[in-house]
């Protein structure tokens, strides 16, 4: 069963990043630093991370307008592997809105959010 499942889960992940490579979108992190940048419109971003013994954290985000994008994240030990699993206590949520893009008048791209 844990190896059907690490079979779709491991199909799901190629299938998540061509698509996202095929749709041209901008980065909004640079490894692991935010950027200024937002989703566009309707562009969603699905992104995972494991860590030790077994965890694994998975994060969606969505660009809601040109401006604001949303997200969620929840995770947990003992997803990956053998042993009980042990979700995290609560889900994470984050908010980012763009004030302004670079250009002519603001020498830099400025947004604020939360996560």
């Known amino acids: 069963m844990k190896n059907l499942l690490a079979i779709i889960f491991s199909g799901f992940v190629v299938i998540m990043g061509v698509s996202s490579?095929?749709?041209?979108?901008?980065?909004?992190?640079?490894?692991?630093?935010?950027?200024?940048?937002?989703?566009?419109?309707?562009?969603?971003?699905?992104?995972?991370?494991?860590?030790?013994?077994?965890?694994?954290?998975?994060?969606?985000?969505?660009?809601?307008?040109?401006?604001?994008?949303?997200?969620?994240?929840?995770?947990?030990?003992?997803?990956?592997?053998i042993g009980p699993i042990k979700g995290n206590p609560e889900p994470a949520f984050s908010l980012k809105y763009k004030l302004g893009e670079e250009g002519k008048n603001l020498p830099f791209a400025l947004s604020a959010g939360y996560e």
């Not at 309707?42 to 949303?70: D, P, S, V």
Request: proline share 2%.
């Open 21 to 81: 490579l095929c749709a041209g979108q901008t980065n909004i992190n640079l490894i692991d630093t935010p950027t200024a940048n937002v989703l566009n419109k309707n562009h969603y971003n699905l992104n995972f991370r494991f860590y030790q013994e077994g965890g694994i954290l998975i994060q969606g985000m969505a660009g809601l307008t040109e401006k604001l994008t949303i997200g969620a994240s929840y995770g947990g030990v003992g997803v990956v592997g």
